[in-house]
């Protein structure tokens, strides 16, 4: 019966290369037991192909080879490549023991269990783990063992379903080698992680016990009834009050790591999850009760026997957001906090200045549909671009997208009700006069490429703005990141652009250096040598200066123009002697261009590529190049001249630097609502046929050498894509247009009076 199954995998070109496609037809995976029985045979067609020694995406160490032969069966030949591969000295001793405790236990098992010695394959990898767990290093098995018991299992078959739906989606009966090695890795990984899991909980139990105190279960009373569940961990050993490292969370799943990694640091580890997550009993509803719940949760820890009366909060994203509504009514116990990448509700998310995001009712089912995070449907890409792209395709009201998804949603239906920075968002953060009385120390870390940097930067801002000693200890930390990386460990390349040396820092340690220097009188962070810290992207240095300005000692300036040919534009540094503007229409009724990549800001496929990439809602202007080397130290700011048919338009703006070798180098994206762009907190229509001036001022912060020789480009225009919303310009509510209200298409009149700032460093 098994040979009716098996699908033989051949090669549709006979050359040997990199570029083959393999046959994969759509019975190959119809299920997971046909999925199951075709892998072998896919994996083993890999490794007669010339790419078998590129290195691994999932385990970077080592290359695909030994992971295309585990998921062949031929576990002997698996197990010596991964003892050659894995030989010291290695660069990576520590990723490379964790990748070695991943695969010999499950080689070993496969190969006693093929071997038929009376047992099954998963008490022979019990066997085999708990042999591997011996010879482990101290540190490897602490990390391990808090990993392992907690945080849950990584989300490895909901990717490995995206990746089937995804190839099921072409429709053909073949695959790229890059696309079947990519499913061979995550086919791996989920059966190694599925094995490790299920075993390791035992295995690690005892070290954890013998280790640290945990409370899991503990619930904290608010004063209105309400409750919230906290996590707490004390090292054994550890007498007397300690100082606490709180980090207040709406994601639970790795709560007992994240605590156990602050105990492993001098501290008390608290985690407190926001209320109705794992153990409350509330009502699940983000960011509205958390500045509230945040001063009673510090008050209840500040009054614990094990407490010194000194608590520090960090964490990134939401926990960044929460760390801020914690200051909105200041405790005194209080005593830091270092929130990093941080979300700031009503400015950059849900909306982001001014246009919501579709990507909010993905996160909102993720956080609310269940007491941890639904992490399978979250993951689902394929499924919740296809509700975009219906809606994008059908030109329905952007308020009707929960209905199109079959789940009318009220936290999505509030928030939309809510299109202006009102009282309703400003609830959640601290307001003007509140920041004056912010005057602990306070690190803020963020990146060039992370999408909630506006977020981390309005903070910044409105901090320094409001309360004069905040110059004096409010620091910022910031290089070339993403919205992960900038939390913790960042990754040594961003997109396909490999970063500098220099940048490649433990932010994590950094975090843990700044609570012993607030908390424990011990010295500051040697990469925060002075208040603002930023990495020069492409010159391989840190800077650091007293403030954003010290940052800039020039600025480059380019008019909007048009180019010597038809249908070019340019960067022009000459101030235009005659008023004159460009022409452009757009059609909303148009739906045929579809680019899911544009769901979040900050990231693209490529940071280097050869082309820019830009839709024909948007005009390219190219400088000429520069005659001498700078700096691009800030926000690129664009001051807008245009008169429009419509009332309102959305702007969006990139920026790249092409460099000498025609290589473009994209730096950030940004969105702007017109009728927002002076004020936040109120819609200011424009009058259709007269020329108003659009600042676009909240801008991407980054830093970047611009060799003499490269062009700045800006890719210009307007915003209509199926991750935001689509402002057809009628002036009405935008959450409520439909199709219908695109009319005549939008006709712009972009004016060379439009200006382009650059700060620089000459």
Same mark, same amino acid.
């Given at each position: 019966m098994k040979k009716v199954f098996l699908l033989i995998i051949v090669l549709i070109a006979g050359a040997q290369g990199f570029s083959q496609n393999l046959y994969f037809p759509p019975r190959a995976y119809s299920d997971s037991t046909t999925l199951e029985l075709s892998m072998p045979? &896919?994996?083993?067609?890999?490794?007669?192909?010339?790419?078998?020694?590129?290195?691994?995406?999932?385990?970077?160490?080592?290359?695909?080879?030994?992971?295309?032969?585990?998921?062949?069966?031929?576990?002997?030949?698996?197990?010596?490549?991964?003892?050659?591969?894995?030989?010291?000295?290695?660069?990576? @001793?520590?990723?490379? *023991?964790?990748?070695?405790?991943?695969?010999?236990?499950?080689?070993?098992?496969?190969? @006693?269990?093929?071997?038929?010695?009376?047992? @099954?394959?998963?008490t022979n990898y019990d066997d085999a783990l708990q042999h591997a767990y011996q010879s482990l290093s101290g540190e490897?098995?602490?990390?391990?063992?808090?990993?392992?018991?907690?945080?849950?299992?990584?989300? &490895?078959?909901?990717?490995? &379903?995206?990746?089937?739906?995804? $190839? =099921?989606? %072409?429709? /053909?009966?073949?695959?790229?080698?890059?696309?079947?090695?990519?499913?061979?890795?995550?086919?791996?990984?989920?059966?190694?992680?599925?094995?490790?899991f299920r075993a390791g909980k035992k295995v690690f139990a005892a070290s954890i016990k013998e280790n640290y105190q945990i409370e899991d279960s503990v619930l904290i009373q608010m004063p209105d009834g309400g409750n919230v569940s906290a996590t707490i961990v004390k090292k054994r050993g550890l007498t007397g009050k300690q100082p606490a490292v709180l980090t207040f969370n709406i994601y639970p799943g790795g709560d007992t790591k994240k605590a156990i990694d602050a105990a492993?640091?001098?501290?008390?580890?608290?985690?407190?999850?926001? =209320?109705?997550?794992r153990l409350s009993t509330d009502t699940i509803l983000p960011f509205e009760r958390d500045a509230e719940d945040a001063w009673h949760i510090i008050d209840w820890i500040s009054k614990q026997s094990w407490c010194d009366g000194q608590i520090g909060m960090y964490g990134g994203s939401?926990?960044?957001?929460?760390?801020?509504?914690?200051?909105?009514?200041?405790?005194?116990?209080?005593?830091?906090?270092?929130?990093?990448? @941080?979300?700031?509700?009503?400015?950059?998310?849900?909306?982001?200045?001014?246009?919501?995001?579709?990507?909010?009712?993905?996160?909102?089912?993720y956080v609310v549909n269940n007491k941890m995070t639904d992490e399978a449907e979250f993951s689902d890409t394929a499924r919740w671009n296809d509700l975009y792209a219906k809606w994008y395709k059908a030109g329905a009201s952007f308020s009707s997208l929960d209905s199109?998804?079959?789940?009318?949603?009220?936290?999505?239906? =509030?928030? $939309?009700?809510?299109?202006l920075y009102d009282e309703y968002w400003q609830a959640m953060t601290p307001q003007k006069e509140e920041y004056s009385k912010i005057n602990i120390p306070v690190l803020s870390i963020t990146g060039y490429? +992370?999408?909630?940097?506006?977020?981390?930067?309005? #903070?910044?801002?409105?901090?320094?703005?409001?309360?004069? =000693?905040?110059?004096?200890?409010?620091?910022?930390?910031?290089?070339?990141?993403?919205?992960?990386?900038?939390?913790?460990?960042?990754?040594?390349?961003?997109?396909?652009?490999? $970063?500098?040396?220099?940048?490649?820092?433990?932010?994590?340690?950094?975090?843990?250096?700044?609570?012993?220097?607030?908390?424990?009188?011990?010295?500051?962070?040697? $990469?925060?040598?002075?208040?603002?810290?930023?990495?020069v992207m492409g010159k391989n240095e840190w800077r650091h200066v007293s403030s954003l300005e010290k940052m800039n000692n020039d600025t480059l300036t380019f008019y909007l123009t048009k180019g010597e040919k038809s249908g070019s534009f340019k960067l022009d540094t000459r101030k235009p002697v005659k008023n004159s503007f460009i022409n452009q229409t757009v059609d909303f009724r148009e739906r045929s261009f579809i680019r899911f990549e544009d769901n979040l800001l900050a990231g693209v496929d490529k940071i280097i590529d050869s082309v820019v990439r830009s839709s024909?809602? *948007?005009?390219?202007?190219? /400088?000429?190049?520069?005659?001498?080397?700078?700096?691009?130290?800030? %926000?690129?700011?664009?001051?807008?001249?245009?008169?429009?048919?419509?009332?309102?338009? +959305?702007?969006?703006? #990139?920026?790249?630097?092409?460099?000498? +070798?025609?290589?473009?180098?994209y730096l950030n994206r940004n969105l702007q609502r017109a009728s927002m762009a002076k004020d936040r907190t109120k819609r200011q229509l424009l009058q259709p046929g007269k020329v108003e001036n659009i600042p676009m001022t909240k801008n991407y912060f980054t830093s970047k050498l611009v060799k003499e020789g490269s062009r700045i480009v800006i890719a210009l225009g307007i915003n209509k894509s199926p991750a935001w919303q689509v402002n057809y310009g009628t002036g009405k509510d935008v959450s409520e247009e439909t199709i219908a209200d695109a009319g005549e298409p939008l006709q712009i009149k972009w004016y060379n009076t439009s200006t382009i700032k650059i700060p620089v460093w000459r």
């Open positions: 045979s &896919l994996a083993k067609a890999l490794i007669k192909q010339n790419n078998r020694n590129e290195t691994s995406a999932y385990f970077p160490v080592m290359t695909v080879l030994p992971v295309l032969q585990v998921v062949a069966g031929d576990y002997n030949n698996a197990l010596r490549t991964l003892e050659d591969q894995m030989k010291p000295p290695m660069k990576d @001793s520590l990723i490379s *023991e964790v990748v070695g405790f991943l695969f010999r236990p499950f080689i070993l098992a496969a190969v @006693s269990f093929e071997e038929g010695n009376g047992k @099954s394959f998963q490897t098995a602490k990390m391990l063992a808090s990993e392992i018991i907690g945080k849950g299992e990584p989300p &490895l078959g909901s990717m490995l &379903l995206g990746q089937i739906a995804a $190839i =099921r989606k %072409s429709g /053909s009966d073949s695959i790229s080698s890059q696309t079947a090695i990519n499913l061979c890795e995550i086919y791996l990984s989920k059966k190694l992680f599925e094995e490790l492993d640091k001098g501290y008390i580890g608290v985690v407190v999850n926001t =209320r109705g997550k939401y926990l960044g957001f929460s760390q801020w509504a914690a200051t909105k009514k200041l405790h005194p116990a209080l005593k830091t906090i270092v929130p990093a990448v @941080s979300v700031a509700p009503g400015v950059d998310y849900p909306n982001h200045n001014g246009v919501f995001m579709n990507y909010m009712l993905s996160w909102i089912h199109l998804d079959e789940r009318p949603n009220a936290i999505f239906q =509030r928030w $939309i009700a809510h299109p490429y +992370d999408d909630d940097q506006p977020g981390a930067f309005y #903070y910044y801002n409105e901090h320094l703005k409001w309360n004069q =000693r905040a110059r004096d200890n409010h620091y910022l930390l910031i290089g070339p990141y993403t919205h992960g990386g900038a939390q913790a460990y960042p990754a040594k390349k961003v997109s396909n652009y490999e $970063i500098d040396s220099v940048a490649s820092i433990q932010i994590h340690d950094v975090i843990f250096n700044w609570f012993d220097y607030v908390m424990k009188d011990s010295a500051r962070p040697e $990469i925060l040598q002075d208040k603002v810290n930023f990495q024909k809602d *948007e005009m390219v202007f190219v /400088s000429e190049p520069l005659s001498q080397q700078v700096e691009i130290n800030g %926000s690129v700011i664009a001051d807008i001249f245009a008169s429009v048919n419509k009332k309102d338009m +959305d702007l969006v703006m #990139y920026v790249f630097v092409q460099e000498p +070798d025609g290589k473009y180098f």
